[in-house]
Nanobody
Framework: QVQLVESGGGLVQAGGSLRLSCAAS????????MGWFRQAPGKEREFVAA????????YYADSAKGRFTISRDNAKNTVSLQMNSLKPEDMAVYYC????????????????????WGPGTQVTVSS
């Protein structure tokens, strides 16, 4: 199992940007598909973005397309989420997650496809 710790959350005005980072322990980081999920109060946890181990294949929720960018640095065991043009509805706790490399395309957005989770980082967007 890989251990994950998120950072970079905070308070930002609508229209602003934040960059979330997730540091992973373990020497097999490069074999995992990595994902970002979020959960707002009273709502289900939802998929935001995911990235395959090579870094060249990415997936985004419709709500994130065009505004968020996921990237990874396998040499540093990190995955990042650059969030631009933030909206009040983006406010949530953001979680980093790791899944097996062979997660099917139609399963990358399912939280059940991921076996390791970070504790989360709060993103607050003021209007």
């Amino acid at each position: 199992q890989v251990q994950l710790v998120e950072s970079g959350g905070g308070l930002v005005q609508a229209g602003g940007s934040l960059r979330l980072s997730c540091a992973a322990s373990g020497v097999t980081f490069s074999t995992y598909v990595m994902g970002w999920f979020r959960q707002a109060p009273g709502k289900e946890r939802e998929f935001v973005a995911a990235i395959r181990r090579s870094g060249s294949i990415t997936y985004y929720a419709d709500s994130a397309k065009g505004r968020f960018t996921i990237s990874r640095d396998n040499a540093k065991n990190t995955v990042s989420l650059q969030m631009n043009s933030l909206k009040p509805e983006d406010m949530a706790v953001y979680y980093c997650a790791a899944g097996n490399f062979n997660v099917a395309i139609n399963s990358v957005s399912a939280s059940s496809s991921y076996h390791s989770w970070g504790p989360g980082t709060q993103v607050t967007v003021s209007s």
